[in-house]
């Protein structure tokens, strides 16, 4: 039962950064830029890649679908964990699945996050990983 709660709060963890995230995509300031000529020019510039979008709307789409990355992370292993626990921890390849996610938000948030999603993945990666060390004692 153990193992279970511990990786059912990483997966709470990231379905809340999640929830957050897609809450300051869409409400609010958070995720706008302090110059308003700056969010001017992302929504006046395309990218290189097409014309058929422009910087704003790809920084929305980009943000919201990382979201929604999480929310789909939080969703899976957070049912598993509590549903399904026998096929969770008996499968390799989910195990490093969900971990090599969570190290490469680890990576992503040192590099380019700030504090606090950082130090939550932290956290999320350190209950998951203690939940596979715990189904194995």
Request: hydrophobic share 55%.
């Amino acid at each position: 039962m153990i193992p279970s709660l511990l990786v059912f709060a990483s997966a709470a963890i990231i379905a809340g950064l999640g929830v957050v995230h897609l809450w300051f995509t869409f409400v609010g300031p958070e995720l706008r830029p302090r110059e308003v000529e700056l969010e001017n020019r992302m929504k006046a510039v395309s990218p290189v890649i097409t014309r058929q979008t422009t910087m704003w709307k790809a920084w929305i789409g980009f943000n919201a679908s990382h979201s929604f990355g999480a929310l789909l992370f939080g969703a899976i292993y957070g049912y598993l964990a509590l549903a399904k626990s026998a096929l969770l921890f008996q499968s390799t390849f989910l195990a490093i699945v969900g971990g090599l996610l969570l190290a490469g938000y680890i990576i992503l948030g040192k590099l380019y996050w700030f504090r606090v999603p950082f130090r939550g993945i932290v956290l999320a990666s350190i209950l998951y990983a203690g939940g596979f060390v715990a189904s194995r004692i």
